[in-house]
């Protein structure tokens, strides 16, 4: 079984552990037969985004126990579903991606250089972003 590849064809590099991200909850944005929201966009949080995500359904701010889901902060690492990220591309939200941690599968649907435009650059994110 082949590993699985960032958007540089490298191997792709864990996203978060804490707080433990990805449809699998083993840190990484692995592109997984079955996960219908390809949750393969390793993205840094900003409280923008988190506000966008809330008013479209998606309330990644709130802690839910019950699904073990610790609630995100401005600075986490997620992977986010590829749709939500697009949506917030095109609301001029979207958050910064870690490339490395990216699965390469988002580049059938995310031009390259749209991905290096929002490419994190190690700068803290959190309150004021």
Known sequence: MPSDRNVYGGELEPCSTDPTTGFLRDGCCRRVEGDHG???????????????SAAQGNDLLTPRPELDFPGLEA?????????RWIEALEADCAPPVVL?????????????????????DGTPIGDGE
Do not use: K, N, Q
């Not at 600075?75 to 749709?83: H, I, M, Q």
């Not at 031009?111 to 290096?116: A, F, M, Q, S």
């Open 38 to 52: 390809r949750h393969e966009l390793c993205a840094v949080m900003t409280e923008s985004f988190l506000e966008f």
């Open 75 to 83: 600075g986490d690492r997620w992977c986010l579903c590829l749709g």
């Open 100 to 120: 490395e941690a990216t699965h390469e599968a988002v580049l059938r649907d995310v031009e390259p250089d749209i991905l290096r435009e929002y490419e994190y």
